[in-house]
């Protein structure tokens, strides 16, 4: 099963090809900086200058397709350890019971960051005159309702304890007291307890990763083609 996912990441968003022209503008301004400032050789932050109108409505879509991208880089490497734990275990430090929880509860963190994202770039377009108050309300209800199935999960898997019961949790754990004790069950075995275990979670991040994603690219693609002016 794990097989199925080890070449199937989360895509990217893709920035709007409408924008590309003006963003590329962007490198003049840089240039102009270079020129007047210098290599900014300790921050390694270039001043662009103050952006308006449409320059600050593509730079804002610019910004909101990068960070979810950088997100979406998190939520494939957990996916990504996920599916190589069971094969690899020996060969990473601590135990393997503490990294799934980790890779598990640093996924959620990761997918719950985009709506953190998201709410600050309606926020940013709020204030540029692009929507009114009620409309980041109902775009973030929206979004909200989209992703309610991921919250629930969550809240199953990290802030109720019956979420992690079961007999694949009951093995996982009988894996780790083992390992505490010097003793070990068969390698064979151990990677069949890692592999259900993982299983639990890889396919779930997966399509829930990507309906983030979708979401994201239809809204990011509706506001530049009814918000631009």
């Known amino acids: 099963m794990s097989m199925e996912f080890k070449n199937k990441n989360i895509e990217s968003l893709t920035f709007p090809k409408e924008l590309v022209s003006v963003l590329s503008g962007f490198n003049n301004k840089i240039l102009s900086s270079l020129e007047n400032d210098g290599t900014p050789i300790e921050s390694g932050i270039f001043s662009i ?15 909101w397709c990068t960070s979810i991208n950088e997100i979406i880089d998190s939520l494939n490497l957990v996916i990504n350890d996920l599916i190589s734990l069971p094969d690899n275990y020996l060969k990473w430090s601590g135990a393997p019971e503490t990294r799934i929880y980790l890779l598990v509860r640093t996924y959620f963190n990761e997918f719950f960051r985009s709506r953190e994202v998201f709410a600050e770039i309606l926020h940013g377009l709020k204030s540029q005159g692009k ?40 093995d996982l754990v009988l894996v780790e007291a083992n390992r505490e004790k010097g ?7 151990i990677r069949d307890i890692l592999n259900n275990n993982c ?28 918000l631009r002016n």
């Open 49 to 63: 200058g103050k952006l308006e109108g449409d320059d600050l409505f593509v730079y804002t879509i610019f910004i």
């Open 131 to 170: 929507l009114t108050k009620e409309e980041v309300k109902s775009i973030k209800s929206s979004y909200h309702i989209a992703v309610e199935g991921m919250i629930a999960t969550r809240n199953r898997f990290v802030h109720s304890s019956p979420g992690w019961k079961g007999k694949d949790h009951f």
């Open 183 to 189: 003793m070990s069950l068969a390698s064979e075995e």
């Open 199 to 226: 299983q639990r979670f890889i396919p779930i991040f997966y399509s829930e990763g990507m309906r983030m994603r979708d979401l994201m690219q239809k809204f990011m693609n509706d506001m530049v083609l009814t």
